[in-house]
Structure formats: C-alpha cells, structure tokens
C-alpha cells in the first residue's frame, strides 16, 4: 500500500465511491480509497436502491436530479451496469391535504425542470394494473424517479474512480486518524500508514467511530429499516414491461417492482434505533431480525392499494441498519476548526444524493466551493447542542413521520426545547408559540385572549393570521419589543481587526466609532455568503450581527482568511442575547429607561454605542431598523434579559408597547423589501441579483470576491429580485412558488408574507432580468390555483424610508 495520498476516502460504500470518483474524474491524482471490509459493506448492499428527484426544496431536486441523470452517463463510461430502471413514480393522494400538498409539489418542481403531470386513476390503472384506486383523490406521476441496483452503482462508481487512476485498498479498517501539523493528516490502518493531504469521512454506518478519531462528534443515530420483496406474481409476468414505483404516503409505504415480484418497504410510526451508543466495528455483511409486526398496519393498507400483495409469497426480508442525521439530511463539508478534514456523513437517501454528494465535495475540495448554496446539507447547521438525547429524538420523529405532510411554518416539536433564554417561561406565559433556530427557542407569534397557544397546520390561512396581524398593526402604531437573541454575534478586535474585516467584507468599514453599515461577504465566485450589520465600537473593535443559523459556518469561513495573528474573532452568538424594540413609539420607551441620549442627534441612524439601559449596565444599541419602523437593537448578556423584559414592559405600558414574534417581523420586512439571509439572500446569489449593489465598493484596492464580483456587476444578471402583491384568496404564499407570465415559467418566489398593514398578500422572490419590462399577465399558482400577480416598484409600506430615519 502506497505511504502518501492526496486525499484519503474513508469508506467504500457509495458515497465513498462516489466521492473518489467525481474526484478522480475532476483530474485530481493520488487518491485513495480505504474500505474496512468489501465495497458496499455498510447499509449500502441492502438498500432497496429507490431514486427519484421531486423534492419541495429547489436546491434539493437539483442534486437528487443530478444523481439520477448521471446513472445513464456513468453506466456508459464504465461498462458496469447500474441496474437503473427509470420506471417514474406514481405518488397516491388519499385525503386532502395531500392532494393540495402534490399540487404545490408539481408546482414547485418546474423551477428545477421536472415535470411530473398528475394521471387519472384510470391512467395510474393502466401504468399499474397492480393497484386498486378506491380512495384514491389523485396520482402525480413523476418521470423522474425509479430504482438502481445498489452494489451495481458502487461498482459503477468504484470502476470509474480506477478508470481515472484512483485506488481502492479493500479489507483495511482506519485505526487512527492524526493531524499533523501541516495541516494533513497521518491515516493508520491495519496494512500500513499513510499521510495524506486531506481525509474524508464516508463510513456510513460507523461515521461516528470514524470520527470519534479526530475527536469529532457527529449528530447521528443509526435506525432499522424494513423491506420485503414477494415471490413473482403472475400479473406482473404476464405484463411483459415494468411498473411504476407506488408511494402511498397515506399509508406509508413506497414500493417497486423487482423482477416479476414486488419489494415493499414501510416506515412505520414507531421508530426503533440500533446500536444508539456506537455502531460495533465487527458489525459485517449482516441483516437484523425480522420484525414484520412492526410494520402489520403498514402492510394492511399496502394490502388494500395493492391487492396482489395479499396472496404473494415472502421471498426476502430485509431488515437493516441505516444512519440518521436529525433533519435526515446529510452532514457535508469542511468540519470546522480542522484542517483539511471533510464530512460526507449520514447520507440516508444515498441513491437520490450519493451521486451530488460527490460531486459537490469534489468542488469544494478542489475549488474551495461546492458551486450552491448547500447550507441544508451543510454540517455546520447543527452545533454542540446537537447532542445524543436532541438526536435521538429528533432521529426518531423524522424516522415516524417520513411520509407526514409537511405544512408551511412547521416547526416540530421533537427533541425541544434544548436551549432557551433566561424569558423563555415568561413569553410562555405571555401565549408565546416557539420555534428553535440553531437549538435556540424563539418566539414565533403570541396567542392572544382563549386562542390555544399552537399553531395549526394548513396549506390556507392558518389559526396565528390574525395574532400576526394583531402584532404588526401594534409594532407599527406604537411599538414592539422582539426577541433577537437568535441572531449571529461576533466581535472583532485586534489591530489588525480593521484590514482584516476590510478584506472579508465587500463594503468599506465605518470609518467613525459609533458608525454602522450593512455589509455583504462574497465568496471568490462573488456569490454571497453573509450579510452583516457591522458596528465600529473602537478604533480596534468591531461587532457584526448576522444569521444566527449560519454562526458555525462564518466561524469556520472565517477560519481560512484569519491572518496569523492581530485579529481575535469571537462569537457571541450564545453568550449574548437582545432584543429589538421598534414603531414610533420605541424612542420615547428608550428614552424612560436610560439616561443616554436617544434623540436623532444623539443616536442617529445606523449608529452603535455602549449604553446604560435599565438594569444593563453596559448593553450594545444599534439604531438600525428590520421592520421598516423606528428602531434599536439591544445585546447584553443574558443574566440581565429578565429584568431588562420587566424594566421594558413597565415603562412601555402607556405606550402600547406589544410583545411581537418572529413571524410578525417576517411579514413588517416583505412590507419594506427588505431582503432576509436563507430566504433572497444565499450563495445562489451574488450582491447584484438581489439588489446590493451600493453595498459592495469595488473601488475598494481588495476583498474576497472583488474579481468576480467587478465581472458580475458589468453582466445582466439572469434573475432579479422583486417585489410583488399577489391577488390570494385563503392562502398566502409560502416560498418556492413559481411566478408564470402568459403561463410560462418566469421565476419564483423566495419569501411571502400577507402585509397585515398593507392590507394585501406580499412576497419576494427572483424573475428573469426584462421580464416585468416586456409586460404580460404575471400569475402565480397557490395551492393548485392561479392566482394574478403584480411586481411592485416600490416597497409596500413607507417607500422613502422616512419612518425608520425619523
Ligand atoms: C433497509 C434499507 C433500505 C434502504 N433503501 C434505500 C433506498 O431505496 N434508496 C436510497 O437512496 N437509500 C436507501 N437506503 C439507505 C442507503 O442504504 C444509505 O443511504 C447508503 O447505503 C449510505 O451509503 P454510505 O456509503 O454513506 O454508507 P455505508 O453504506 O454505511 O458505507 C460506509 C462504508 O464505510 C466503511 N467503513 C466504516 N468504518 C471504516 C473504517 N474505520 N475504515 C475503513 N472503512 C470503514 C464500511 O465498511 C462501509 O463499507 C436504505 C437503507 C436500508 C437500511
């Protein structure tokens, strides 16, 4: 075995192959893949190898649809059969919500280029003889998904990573895994040591173990997972060409054909974890138990969309262990604060994303970029809190409502709460309804008088509307306090904090103590990666705020444009809290509870200062606005949020001051068009898509991101961001929707709102540049129903800004 490598893989199931191959075919040399046992020795050799490309999330589908379209191209390339039948899927409705949740589904799908069509049950009998359609209200058929063969696929892979002068060293575990101080790493296996210039974490099954060896901890937590397949069955043997995939969400069950017999699998409503304290390392080429009770009520109604399945014989049972992330998303990228190490970890639908998984880690590792905004995927969106109890939990949740139809706002409850502020219980007390953002609890809205404090889930308006609605309207007549102590925190300092904040950021740093600006920080490509609210509050010091979601990723960004010394970065993200008390009215409630100057002239706007404030001895203040709406923002540590809460709500009394939730903001900021991070503003973006431009100096003589960012600004950009008001009826949009002009597809909307002060229902969103310019009727589909649409030319409340200046 050789001593040295450019990159080690750790693991040759098929997300390992897939990365060593994408690797390989990029060009890069001297690589290895190291395997404990044969290839596909972890889930992958049991899977039931089902693929397909629908998904609600833009980004999401892209990359299913990247996988899926390589199998033809990969099959070609390397001789090996993947096994792929692109059979499509027949998706089964049996309520209604579900018939409206795959007709926002099929709506959503055109912005990536899918295009299922929804079928007769007569058309479905036709694809499908198999099926009975008695409670049947509708089918979408999507092309776009079908099954492989899953060691066909790792061989596939395998042999293309060898094709391109990869190797693959088979029966050799990873015993160690040491950095050195170089930044590679010293890899030790049963037949020898070797170094290489990175390593990448693709043990499936024992991605804990494997990382428990560079002292990484991984939120997973591996799940049994049941599947049968039938003897043959006759109609299936006289049909002479394949059926469809069947997913029956109703009842729980996905199913395909596998030769002339039927496999099924369930996830059944109960959950069973396995080996929740450590994968053993001699686990082998094995199946667990079979369970089939577990799943009875599954098969029951399997038996009922499916008749045939009642009378065919068991041929196999298979009953195996895969690895859980809590969202079931994969853990991808650059694991933070070490060097050269990289996660492609509890990759649970392997056969819809092994293939995109390697492809993006190929980019990242040779580009230093996976080429889109893959924050979902991303390992830094969970941190410490992540921990085994919040992983079990939510592991198990997800596991039981795999099929569950997911509503818009939704925010479970499992394995919540595990961080709060010191006024949790007392919002509680207030009505407060909670989401969690990076494990913190927030609130998303207050239940007012005998409403029940939870949400209700609907694709319509749901229960919290006129609560929201109630919250803005107060906001903006007098004010509102809302709880900030989600967002992101950081403060640096050093005297080479100035140059070096001034090469990250695209805009010129406030040159004043006291002064504030909006920054964007671009990536080489000149795309997006943070947007920060940036306070000079000393000659050396200064004080970002930004996505509190993204804290793990702009520390880990950070890290690679950190000079050697002069500069110390800390977050505060979890160690601060704050709250943003806004509306004509928050001047004057300031002004009662400190003895600072909060006159225009003494804290103008998009100024910072430290500020006595209640019970605060020393908060940070900005006076910046979200909401559109007169405005402070105010940090301190948390041991003072409590009496800071109290101190505010006495002196706002007579003012009329409300406690407003995060869902409120949302709606008073598409009033502004104000853009929000995860919503208009990701790496999919660069500054001049979404309307930055005054915020980026390219006159400035360097940042990252000046390059690309110089060439971007003299190009049209393909998609723009604009503001719409939509003619909706009972419901709102919600995000992803695609915006239609005379019924073709034009862009989508990003975020949505209805504008309780506007009085209309609002979004967001990206049209192709010219498109309002060149007239036509604009539409947008909401829940199955097209409903007219018209971009705005300025935003919906206070266009000139004078509110929030005043
Ligand atoms: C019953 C069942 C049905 C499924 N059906 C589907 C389906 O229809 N569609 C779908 O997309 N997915 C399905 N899955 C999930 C799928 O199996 C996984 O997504 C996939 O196998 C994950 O592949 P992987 O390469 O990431 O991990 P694994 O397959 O677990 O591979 C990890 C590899 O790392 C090796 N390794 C571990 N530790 C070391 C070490 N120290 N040194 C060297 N090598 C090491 C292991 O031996 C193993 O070969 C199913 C899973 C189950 C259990």
């Known amino acids: 075995m050789k001593d040295h490598a450019r990159v080690v893989v750790i693991g040759g199931g098929v997300t390992g192959c897939s990365i060593l191959y994408h690797l390989a075919k990029a060009g890069w040399r001297d690589l290895m893949l190291l395997e404990r046992s044969e290839l596909t020795s972890g889930s992958t050799w049991h899977a039931a190898g089902g693929t397909g490309a629908l998904t609600g999330s833009a980004n999401m589908s892209t990359l299913h649809k990247y996988s899926f379209d390589l199998y033809p191209k990969l099959e070609e390339e390397t001789g090996q059969s993947c096994g792929f039948h692109p059979v499509g899927r027949l998706s089964l409705a049996r309520t209604e919500a579900r018939v409206e949740e795959i007709k926002i589904l099929k709506a959503k799908a055109q912005r990536v280029g899918l295009a299922p069509v929804f079928i007769s049950n007569e058309e479905a009998m036709e694809l499908a003889p198999i099926l009975n359609p008695d409670g049947v209200r509708a089918v979408l058929f999507d092309p776009a998904s079908g099954h492989v063969d899953p060691s066909g696929v790792t061989q596939a892979f395998a042999a293309g990573a060898r094709l391109h002068g990869a190797e693959i060293v088979r029966q050799c575990p990873v015993l160690e895994t040491n950095a050195r101080a170089d930044g590679s790493w010293e890899v030790v296996t049963e037949q020898g040591t070797v170094t290489a210039e990175h390593i990448v974490n693709a043990a499936g099954l024992w991605a804990r173990e494997v990382a428990a060896l560079a002292d990484v901890y991984l939120p997973l937590m591996p799940v049994e997972h049941h599947y049968f397949v039938t003897e043959n069955i006759p109609v299936l043997e006289a049909l002479g060409r394949e059926v469809p995939m069947i997913g029956d969400a109703d009842a729980e069950f996905y199913m395909r054909q596998e030769g002339k017999g039927l496999l099924l699998g369930a996830y059944e409503n109960t959950c069973t974890h396995w080996s929740e304290r450590g994968t053993p390392a001699d686990f082998g080429h094995e199946l667990l138990p079979d369970d089939l009770d577990r799943i009875e009520r599954n098969l029951a109604q399997a038996v009922e969309s499916i008749p045939v399945l009642g009378t065919a014989g068991i041929k196999r049972v298979v009953n195996g262990p895969m690895i859980f992330s809590p969202d079931l998303n994969p853990l991808l990228g650059p694991y933070p604060g070490l060097k050269n190490y990289w996660c492609a970890c509890g990759v649970m639908t392997a056969f819809s994303q092994a293939g995109a998984v390697g492809m993006l880690l190929t980019n990242w590792i040779t580009e230093g970029d996976p080429g889109l905004d893959v924050f979902m995927w991303d390992v830094t969106r969970f941190g410490d809190w992540a921990g085994k109890a919040y992983t079990r939990a939510r592991t198990a949740d997800m596991y039981s409502t795999r099929f569950k139809t997911i509503y818009p706002y939704e925010a479970r409850p499992a394995g919540r709460p595990v961080k709060t502020t010191p006024v949790y ?286 060439r971007l600004q003299q190009c049209e950009p393909a998609y723009r961001l604009t503001a719409f008001e939509i003619d909706a009826s009972d419901a709102d949009a919600w995000g992803g929707e695609p915006v239609l002009r005379d019924g073709e597809y034009v862009g989508y909307v990003s975020s949505a709102s209805y504008g309780h002060c506007a009085g209309r229902s609002l979004a967001l969103g990206y049209l192709k540049t010219g498109t309002v310019e060149d007239g036509g009727d604009l539409s947008i589909e909401l829940v199955g129903e097209r409903r007219a649409l018209r971009a705005l030319t300025e935003p919906a409340v206070d266009p000139k800004g004078e509110r929030m200046r005043s």
């Not at 964007?520 to 795309?527: H, Y």
């Not at 402070?632 to 800071?644: C, D, M």
Request: with cysteine; proline share 6%.
């Open 425 to 710: 219980e007392v919002q509680k007390s207030r009505g407060a309804v909670f989401g969690a953002n990076f494990g913190l609890e927030y609130p998303l809205w207050y239940a007012t008088g005998n409403m029940q404090p939870a949400d209700n889930f609907t694709f319509r308006r749901p229960n919290w509307f006129d609560a929201v609605g109630e919250e803005c309207r107060a906001l903006r007549a007098g004010v509102g306090l809302v709880d900030v102590s989600t967002y992101g925190k950081f403060r640096v300092a050093g005297p080479n904090a100035a140059r070096w904040l001034d090469h990250v950021l695209a805009n010129k740093l406030p040159q004043k103590v006291g002064h504030v600006v909006l920054s964007p920080m671009l990536n080489p490509r000149g795309r997006l990666v943070g947007d920060f609210t940036v306070s000079r509050l000393g000659d050396e010091e200064f004080f970002l705020v930004g996505s509190g979601a993204m804290e793990r990723f702009h520390l880990r960004w950070w890290e690679q444009w950190l000079p050697a010394d002069g500069v110390s970065v800390e977050s505060l993200t979890a160690r601060w809290t704050g709250f943003n008390i806004a509306g004509p009215a928050a001047r004057t409630l300031l002004g009662r509870i400190s003895d600072a100057d909060v006159s225009d002239d003494g804290f103008p706007f998009l100024t910072a200062r430290r500020m006595e404030v209640g019970p605060v001895r020393e908060a940070v203040g900005l006076r910046i606005s979200f909401t559109g709406e007169l405005g402070y923002e105010l940090f301190f540590p948390p041991e003072y949020q409590r009496p800071l809460l109290a101190a505010l709500e006495a002196a706002g009394k007579d003012l009329g001051l409300r406690l407003v939730g995060s869902r409120a903001l949302g709606s008073l900021r598409i009033e502004k068009s104000f853009p929000s991070w995860g919503a208009e503003l990701s790496p999919d973006y660069s500054p001049y898509d979404a309307g930055l431009d005054r915020f980026v100096k390219l006159d400035k003589a360097d940042f990252v991101g000046r390059d690309a960012a110089l």
